[in-house]
């Protein structure tokens, strides 16, 4: 038989237990009719109303008066044929305790419904996310505006192929790259280092076979990452404050800085 | 016998019948779909609040509801929707910059000029495209170390984070075609040390460069290149791109965590 969910069995015996204490207590209230408690103190005891209670009652005499009949008339069949006992038993319309109905059986959720997903707890993006995107984009607007009336973009001299400025410098975002020139081949150094790093960068995902997202658990990921942006970060910083004239290292405290954004 | 003044509660009275006219109308209703504040009737109920986004072109990025820990600020920095942003911010600043710069050597640098002295906020509008095409780089940098971090490129999200990576190459692209525009010589000099870098690509070196830069040489054709490269070809790649980004997204189940 199928096992009956825990939740059920509880709900059932929390109603037995109540129906028990209020037992008790009807008896309590009325010790006079300890030895049988009278059909009113039962019927106000429960919930069901008088009228269903008196129907129940007559549906009961009449169906234990059908048992017996039903139960000669299997006698009787019992000698011809075994089979004609189960046939009899299904005719009749009644379970055990004359209770028209019975519980079968009990399907749990999950068992022919495949649930996935767990409830999760949300919120409404209008207002909760929409009013932080908001002040987000208003405190940048006006970040930039500000930054924006006070600091000019830089706009050296007309483009002029006869005069090369000492240092040359590429774009801050390229200065780490324009370091490595200094230190490898121009094919190493601009081309296959930072291709690697970009294909290494894409594969990650298919790379890190870790399922978890807990940084205890992938330290050795956040490790490798951290050295990777510092790598850059460094070699972006030096190639931006610490490069003179002929690209060489000077200190931005000694010779002054050779950097435009 | 002058008339006498309608008095306050008079012109009250008036005002209130003349808006609800005017929000019963069926021209107002067209306008404003259910869910909008403007709407006759509008109260903050669930219904409403999700009507709000379903209703709105722009808003129907989002999902009617994200997980709770999704709208801390301290999760995300707002660094994605930050870049997304500064991309909007860039458009609107570079179509004005658009309407005073033509891409030739003869006429860039002075058309320059004329936008920082002449041009009525110029100065102001070049300043913030300047300004905010580095800021744009520093935060989708960032972003995408947050999202390392979070250990969010881990499955369902691992094609998410690749078409990340490319939007960050597009994004260091757009700023570095950008970055010739202006033709002085921190613009020439800058882009010749990083297309001679790209020159020493292993095979087709030379070819790379000489398609990159119309010719063996920076000259005017690479800054007719460079411009339609940098205001149409690659805003239009990224905006495809962005738009795979923000939809997978939401097909993964909206953004990670929480830790």
Known sequence: ?261 | MAPTPPSADQVKQAVSDLADKTQSSQAWNSIFRPGSIFRKGYNDSPRNRSYVIMNSVLYHLHPVKVKRHAVKVSYTLCLGGLSFFLFILLTVTGIFLMFFYRPTASAAYADMETLRSAVTFGLLVRNMHRWGAHLMVLSVFLHMARVFYHGAYKSPREFNWVIGVILLTLTLLLSFTGYLLPWDQLALWAVTVGTNMMGFTPVFGNEVRFVLLGGVEIGSDTLLRWYVLHVLMLPFVTVIFMAIHFWRVRKDGGISGPL
Do not use: C
């Not at chain 1, 009113?40 to 129907?55: D, F, G, N, V």
């Not at chain 1, 055990?96 to 079968?104: A, D, F, K, M, Y």
């Open chain 1, 1 to 261: 038989m199928t096992e009956i969910p825990e939740h059920l069995l509880k709900r059932a015996q929390e109603a037995r237990d109540r129906a028990a204490a209020k037992g008790d207590n009807a008896d309590a209230a009325t010790p006079a009719a300890a030895s049988e408690p009278s059909p009113a103190s039962a019927a106000a005891a429960s919930k069901i109303p008088p009228h269903l209670l008196e129907r129940a009652k007559a549906a009961r005499e009449r169906t234990a008066g059908t048992e017996v009949a039903a139960m000669a008339g299997a006698v009787a069949a019992a000698a011809p044929a075994g089979g004609a006992v189960a046939t009899a038993g299904a005719a009749a319309p009644t379970g055990p305790g004359g209770h028209t109905q019975r519980l079968l059986t009990v399907v749990k959720s999950g068992s022919i419904q495949d649930v996935k997903s767990a409830p999760v707890d949300k919120v409404h993006v209008w207002p909760h996310l929409l009013v932080v995107e908001f002040v987000a984009a208003l405190a940048v607007t006006a970040f930039l505006l500000i930054f924006s009336i006070f600091v000019n973009a830089p706009l050296l001299e007309l483009a002029d192929f006869n005069a090369t400025p000492n240092p040359s410098k590429a774009p801050w975002y390229f200065l780490g790259l324009q370091e490595l020139l200094t230190m490898f081949h121009p094919m190493v150094a601009g081309v296959t280092l930072p291709g690697f790093a970009l294909i290494l960068l894409i594969l990650a995902p298919y790379l890190d076979k870790n399922p978890s997202n807990k940084p205890e658990k992938r330290k050795f990921a956040i490790s490798l990452m951290t050295i990777h942006l510092m790598f850059w970060t460094v070699l972006v910083m030096i190639g931006s404050f610490f490069r003179g004239p002929g690209f060489n290292f000077v200190f931005p405290w000694e010779a002054g800085l050779f950097f435009e954004l």
